[in-house]
């Protein structure tokens, strides 16, 4: 397993170097499989879990800047979407870093309703969720013997 840590050169005045990415776990998981010459695309689609549609009945809903309901009625529900974080290019995979999010109350409905696509779609790649650096060395681990044996 790599011991990959944070170095004086990652960080700049007292911030993280982040590139695109929005964390540093994802950072950390992209170098690896960089460094581990597994071709991916970070965040590259989203995922159509549930489309939009009009509810034409009454619908009124409380929102967090007015104090009395909002009249909702014959307006558009948006879609519900997952972006996963890493796609494999050349093998079949999907890596969704989850590190301490105590904010991300709809990501277990969300990952529920992703899982469900690719159920009903046939689609079945190897599926990841590592939630720290040492988690991440093993996913690439996995994901390298896999492509070894052909599984994926």
């Not at 990959?4 to 700049?12: A, D, E, G, M, V």
């Not at 009395?68 to 290019?89: E, Q, W």
């Amino acid at each position: 397993m790599s011991t990959r840590r944070r170095t004086r050169s990652s960080i700049k005045k007292g911030k993280k170097n982040l590139g695109r990415y929005k964390s540093s776990l994802e950072k950390y998981c992209a170098d690896c499989l960089a460094d581990a010459g597994i071709k991916f695309d970070y965040e590259p689609e989203s995922f159509v879990l549930q489309d939009s549609f009009v509810y034409d009945a009454a619908y009124y809903k409380m929102t967090s800047r007015r104090k009395d309901l909002m009249n909702a009625s014959n307006k558009k529900v948006l879609p519900i979407t997952y972006t996963p974080d890493f796609i494999g290019v050349e093998h079949d995979f999907v890596i969704e870093t989850k590190g301490y999010t105590p904010s991300q109350h709809t990501f277990p409905i969300r990952w529920k309703l992703f899982l469900n696509y690719l159920y009903k779609n046939g689609r079945k790649p190897a599926l990841f969720m590592p939630k720290n650096k040492d988690q991440v060395d093993e996913v690439v681990t996995i994901i390298k013997t896999m492509i070894n044996d052909g599984k994926i």
